[in-house]
């Protein structure tokens, strides 16, 4: 019969590419690990992980028992916080993805207001791009996650919003105009961010009628702005959350202005400890 650490440590070791990190994020040693996802191969027939130099990836049977391994985890860990939350306390881990331009504006002060009320709960912050959030909430590697709203399928409270805005160089023909719209951006050589802005961006262009002729891709603010700084086009990104402008980058409003809408979303079946968070958030009444 396969054991909780069995099961943590697999789901572990394959969101955390490796048997020594998963070792650090469950807090027991590399062997103890490694001897818990052997187990659980030899009770199961088949090898699950195929391991080398470069990490780990999945065997069929891997691939196969991975959700059900994770699913059950989640299960036992749900029991644990909702058994213990009738005494009145919230445990467990709250696994929250973010979007890199938001944690540090409207995600960390909510966490700060959390981990003061919730002392009990471990907090586990990473990061990425909006169809990563999605893809961690979609397999259970995430609780909760900031996208985009509306989104369906999943309980969502508003975090904020964010203007969307012309990005450029200083030296473009458009930097002197109070704002920009989006025909005239369409004129330049464009620069898309692939971390999730252009999902907001996108349908407003093309309302408009507007299709931007894509000269690069970046996922992160920071090297869409290098591209920028570089006279290489120009870009939309949001307002909130920017890194500091380089020399020579500037910004302006968009015409039409377009605001990007955040949340923190949750599964129907989430712990006790995401459930707190999303209820935190609701609370705000930024609707």
């Known amino acids: 019969m396969s054991t909780l650490l069995q099961l943590k440590s697999f789901v572990t070791v394959v969101d955390e590419g490796g048997f020594t990190a998963a070792s650090r ?18 009770e199961l027939g088949l090898p699950l992980l195929i391991r080398s130099r470069d990490g780990v ?22 029991m644990s916080a909702e058994v213990t939350a009738l005494a009145g306390e919230i445990t467990g881990t709250l696994a929250l993805a973010s979007l890199p331009s938001v944690t540090g504006t409207l995600v960390a002060p909510q966490l700060q207001t959390y981990s003061e009320r919730y002392p009990a709960v ?6 990425g791009s909006e169809e990563e959030v999605r893809d961690w909430l979609d397999r259970g590697a995430a609780e909760a996650g900031v996208v985009s709203l509306p989104i369906k399928g999943l309980d969502t409270a508003v975090l904020g919003e964010q203007d969307m805005v012309a990005v450029m160089p200083a030296t473009n023909r458009l930097a002197g ?29 093309r309302r408009v009628g507007v299709d931007f002729d894509v000269d690069f891709e970046a996922r992160e603010m920071s090297a869409v702005l290098e591209i920028v700084r570089a006279g290489l086009g ?13 020399d020579g980058v500037v910004i302006r409003p968009l015409v039409p202005k377009t605001v990007r809408r955040l949340g923190i ?23």
């Open 25 to 42: 994020r469950l807090g027991v040693s590399q062997p103890a690990v490694s001897r818990a996802v052997a187990t659980l191969e030899k």
């Open 265 to 287: 979303a949750v599964s129907a079946s989430a712990s006790t400890a995401a459930r707190a968070f999303l209820e935190q958030i609701t609370a705000l009444d930024l609707h």
């Open 234 to 246: 120009v870009s939309i990104l949001p307002s909130a959350g920017l890194p500091d402008l380089p």
């Open 177 to 205: 105009r109070e704002e920009v719209s989006y025909a005239e951006l369409a004129r330049e050589p464009f620069i898309r961010s692939t971390g999730g802005c252009a999902e907001v961006f996108t349908p407003v262009a």
């Open 122 to 127: 471990t907090i586990r912050l990473f990061e």
């Open 57 to 78: 990836s999945l065997t069929e049977a891997g691939s196969l028992a991975l959700s059900h391994a994770r699913e059950a985890v989640r299960h036992l860990m749900l």
